[in-house]
């Protein structure tokens, strides 16, 4: 089963790297990627990830994700939702890789939810270092974040 975090990631991808006009266009992209959805679905990850239809250059309107500052930041599980490209593990430590200045909205949201096995975040522009605690792996605690942004 795919989880809603990671189809979200990739329909921000997929906004970034196309010029999907159609939520039944971005429904059959999604399917193509490993994550098949009906146009219901697109349209509320749409609406959680801040999507906007903006002018083409051809004229046309097209999908894309709203840029960081328009998006209000909220919990912890939206901003992960909201927010992350990617989640990896390794050792004790997650590296987070978000939307361009987005990575502190990401950080502060982590560390005011206090999280189990979170000692604290580091934020640049696009990237969030998470450490955590002793006895927990960077793995287990990416799995963790991975499901907080999905919601569960």
């Known amino acids: 089963m795919v989880d809603t975090a990671s189809r979200r990631r990739a329909l921000h991808r997929l906004l970034t790297e196309t010029s999907a006009g159609s939520q039944t266009e971005l429904a059959r992209l999604l399917t ?3 994550f098949p959805v009906t146009q219901a679905t697109v349209s509320r990850d749409l609406a959680v990830i801040g999507a906007v239809k903006v002018a083409a250059g051809d004229g046309r309107e097209v999908y894309r994700p709203a840029a960081a500052s328009q998006v209000a930041p909220g919990p912890a599980g939206r901003a992960v939702a909201t927010y992350a490209l990617s989640i990896t593990g390794s050792g004790n430590l997650v590296v987070i890789k978000t939307r361009p200045g987005a990575a502190s909205v990401v950080a502060g949201s982590i560390d005011a939810a ?3 096995g979170v000692i604290g975040t580091v934020a ?3 990237t969030v270092l998470v450490v955590a605690a002793d006895g927990m792996s960077g793995h287990s605690l990416a799995a963790d974040l991975e499901r907080i942004g999905a919601g569960s």
Request: aromatic letters at 0%; glycine letters at 34%; a negative charge.
């Open 114 to 116: 206090a999280i189990g």
């Open 124 to 126: 640049g522009d696009d």
């Open 32 to 34: 193509k990627a490993g």
